[in-house]
């Protein structure tokens, strides 16, 4: 099977990566998919970030189930960019080198 410029992108070092072939997308409510997640609390919504940027970056909208909501306990995430935006409530982090 032969790699797709994106698969040989997102291996190279950032400073070599390749952004032209990135396209515009414009998503609606109506028209992005609901999604199965990572956690069972939450309610996730594809808002085409993944298609428009050849798999370098994700984002979904997730929203928690209320009464189902948990810790995550610790993670990581190996990624070049983390990006989280909240629009209500609250969140705790715990960073790698014990700040919070």
């Known amino acids: 099977m032969d790699q797709t ?3 040989k992108n997102a291996s190279a070092p950032p400073a070599e990566r390749i952004i ?3 396209k515009l997308f414009k998503g609606f409510k109506s028209k992005t998919p609901a ?3 990572r956690r069972a ?3 996730y919504r594809d808002l085409g970030v993944q298609l428009a940027s050849k ?3 994700r984002a979904v909208k997730s929203d928690p189930i209320p009464h189902k909501i948990e810790s995550t306990q610790w993670h990581y995430h190996v990624c070049d960019f983390n990006f989280v935006y909240f629009l209500k409530g609250t ?3 715990e960073l790698e080198d014990g700040t919070i």
């Open 5 to 7: 410029t994106a698969d």
């Open 20 to 22: 032209s072939d990135m």
């Open 35 to 37: 999604v199965a997640g």
């Open 41 to 43: 609390f939450c309610l």
């Open 55 to 57: 798999h370098r970056m």
């Open 91 to 93: 969140v705790t982090f």
